[in-house]
């Protein structure tokens, strides 16, 4: 049987534009990344505004476990289904996380022979937005740190503050270890450990001691 990846892999692929052209859609609203990936210009809203609208189906389900519930393969299945019989159908689900992607999951693009292509593309990198929010969010974080370095002019109260910026490696070798473990330990916000289970909080002492072992080699590796 072959798997998900040698499925994905072993199809050959339309274009954009021969996609765009079986949703009866002018390829002139197509916002090309590549041959296989495009957003769509959102001025044909005031092009269909007058077709008559179509019927929308919602695919969901509760507690998922952790490899999850089967509603992208559910949901891609129903739509090739229904183009199958004729009915002219696309599918919208929300592009994956990394998190999944480098987790217990593997992927959120469904799987066998019910799965969004170009597979790898759609789960690491797709249009690049979810590396835009990350730069932007990385972006706040530097001048956020460096308004905080250069005496706080803002008055900002650094207890409020929910998200952290971790220094690269490139970055790290001017710093002490000291002030390397002082790093770490700011990672964690001490004051929700108490309201997390045993389980959260020997992760996250794991995590700690982790990283206090790498940086601590790289500081050592320094000092030689």
């Known amino acids: 049987m072959l798997s998900a990846i040698e499925i994905a892999q072993r199809v050959k692929l339309d274009t954009v534009e021969k996609i765009a052209q079986k949703l009866k859609l002018n390829t ?13 210009d959102l001025g044909i809203l005031e092009k269909i505004k007058t077709k008559p609208k179509g019927k929308y189906v919602v695919v969901t389900a509760i ?14 299945g129903l739509s090739m289904g229904l183009n199958r019989i004729g009915k002219l159908t696309s599918t919208c689900i929300r592009q994956p996380s990394l998190g999944p992607v480098f987790g ?24 690049g937005d979810v590396h835009a929010v990350g730069l932007a969010h990385n972006l706040a974080a530097a001048f956020l740190d460096n308004s905080l370095l250069k005496g706080n002019i ?20 001017n710093i002490s270890y000291s002030e390397m473990q002082k790093k ?13 289970s045993p389980l959260h909080k020997r992760a996250i002492n794991k995590i700690k001691k982790s990283l206090n072992a790498i940086y601590g080699q790289i500081s050592g590796n320094n000092k030689e």
């Open 104 to 127: 217990i999951k593997g992927g959120a693009a469904g799987g066998g022979y019910s799965q969004v292509l170009p597979m790898e593309d759609f789960n690491l990198h797709f249009t």
């Open 154 to 173: 803002l008055k900002i109260n650094q207890e409020k503050i929910y998200f952290k910026l971790f220094d690269s490696l490139c970055q790290i070798n």
């Open 184 to 196: 770490i330990n700011s990672m964690f916000n001490y004051r929700v450990l108490g309201s997390l």
């Open 28 to 40: 002139k609203y197509l916002i090309p990344y590549g041959k296989y990936i495009a957003k769509i």
């Open 63 to 76: 507690t998922p476990t952790p490899l999850g519930e089967g509603k992208t393969v559910t949901t891609i």
